[in-house]
């Protein structure tokens, strides 16, 4: 932990199902089951159906990058929150996942009593609220293929990063180091049931 604040505190964060009702406060879950009506397309005959479980929002142009996840410590330096878009991630190839997040606050720091972890099976994506704090996904196994839907503005403020305190701030994007402002290591363990798949 060089050039880190001292831990004082650690926060085990239990690891809970991604449902539609436990993201509520954070997102919404994009997969079949999560509660969308479907809308047939009248030119199939009914073979194909749309759901929209999203309106996704951009005050940007729009980046779709592939990022590819490999394991890492289950443990949260970093938390990020957008103003300008409803960041979206979609797995490819059905790998499960883990997400961090703490609901949108008013303050500059993320409330660290209502941080919580998600197991995602891999069959479903997510999309954050406006101001959402976030870690970037941790994944279970090696190669793990997400798309990531978010703007042009955070790849501008993530070049914005401060040389000292490696903190990137912009119009979109304000991402801190956690453990550093407050002491607090933030972890996890992979639940036995998704180590085991």
């Given at each position: 932990m060089d050039n880190d604040k001292t831990v004082v505190a650690?926060?085990?964060l239990p690891v809970e199902p991604a449902?539609?009702?436990?993201?509520?406060?954070?997102g919404h879950i994009l997969g079949r089951a999560a509660g969308a009506k479907a809308v047939p397309v009248d030119f199939y005959?009914?073979?194909?159906?749309?759901r929209y479980?999203?309106?996704f929002t951009c005050e940007h142009p729009v980046a779709v990058p592939l990022a590819t996840v490999d394991p890492r410590p289950m443990e949260v330096r970093y938390m990020?929150?957008?103003f300008q878009h409803t960041q979206t991630f979609i797995p490819l190839g059905g790998k499960p996942f883990i997400a961090v997040m703490a609901p949108p606050s008013e303050g500059e720091m993320p409330d660290l009593t209502q941080v919580r972890a998600f197991l995602f099976d891999g069959s479903a994506g997510f999309a954050l609220h406006l101001g959402t704090w976030h870690e970037f996904p941790f994944a279970l196994e090696e190669g793990t293929d997400l798309i990531v839907?978010?703007?042009?503005q955070t790849g501008y403020d993530l070049h914005q990063r401060d040389a000292l305190t490696e903190e990137a701030n912009g119009p979109d994007l304000d991402k801190k180091d956690i453990q550093r402002?407050?002491?607090t290591l933030i972890r996890f363990s992979v639940p036995d049931s998704a180590a085991t798949k």
């Open positions: 650690i926060l085990d449902t539609p009702e436990a993201l509520a406060p954070f005959k009914g073979r194909v159906t749309m479980p999203v309106a990020e929150r957008h839907l978010l703007s042009t402002r407050t002491g």
